[in-house]
């Protein structure tokens, strides 16, 4: 079974800028889940995605969002990219239960410059 | 809110070594606890996990007890090896059927030959 594939591995993006990130879970996963991990504030929830619904939401500026397609594909994206935005972004999948275990990607890294 | 604390600073240890990794939790109600490891250049993967209290989570060798009354979930190895060398999270879910995570800020344990 393919695990949770991140696309891209790497972006470089200049402040102002907008970025979309997009990430393929696991098959027969409903689930998908995004956080921020940076050296300073460690892993932080954004937001979770079941059936193309928006389930939770993290602490973050309306800059970042996301969508979930009908093939439980998600999409991240952050408009007017500040510095502080530069991080490795995770995505995770399960099948949606409560409790189920996350599975991770190996995650894109966004540099803002 | 949730929150996950996690000894300060990294962990250096000899192969064959004991390991001890320290977690305490603040949350409302009955969370799950789990602890994920991260390897260099690879996303999250999980290690171990425990839903109520007095369960023992266990997995490779490594193994974490509930314990409610001191609000703990550390993580011990008999002996570790140099495979073992990697980052580890101490993560809690609360029981609203989400995925919503609440992460420490993780220790980076070296085992050295």
């Known amino acids: 079974k393919a695990g949770v594939t991140q696309t891209p591995r790497y972006l470089i993006k200049t402040r102002g800028q907008q970025v979309t990130l997009s990430c393929s879970p696991i098959?027969?996963?409903?689930?998908v889940s995004w956080y921020q991990q940076t050296p300073g504030q460690g892993l932080q929830f954004l937001f979770e995605?079941?059936?193309?619904?928006?389930?939770n939401k993290g602490n973050f500026p309306g800059r970042f969002s996301g969508r979930q397609f009908s093939n439980s594909r998600s999409e991240m994206n952050v408009s007017t990219l500040e510095l502080g935005d530069s991080a490795l972004y995770l995505c995770?999948?399960?099948?949606?239960?409560?409790?189920?275990?996350?599975?991770f990607g190996n995650g894109t890294r966004l540099t803002v410059t | 809110g949730n929150s996950v604390t996690q000894m300060e600073g990294p962990v250096t240890l000899s192969e064959e070594a004991f390991l001890t990794i320290n977690c305490t939790y603040t949350?409302?109600?009955?969370?799950?606890l789990f602890w994920y490891v991260q390897y260099p250049g690879e996303g999250l993967q999980l290690l171990l996990k425990?839903?109520?209290?007095?369960d023992k989570g266990s997995n490779k060798g490594f193994e974490a007890t509930y314990r409610k009354e001191t609000t703990s979930f550390h993580l011990e190895k008999g002996s570790v090896q140099v495979s073992d060398s990697a980052v580890y999270f101490c993560a809690l879910s609360d029981r609203g059927g989400n995925n919503r995570l609440a992460f420490g800020k993780g220790n980076q344990v070296v085992v050295i030959p």
């Open positions: 098959s027969g996963h409903r689930s």
């Open positions: 425990a839903t109520k209290a007095d």
């Open positions: 995770a999948s399960s099948p949606g239960q409560a409790n189920s275990p996350l599975h």
């Open positions: 949350a409302t109600g009955y969370p799950s």
């Open positions: 995605y079941f059936s193309e619904t928006q389930r």
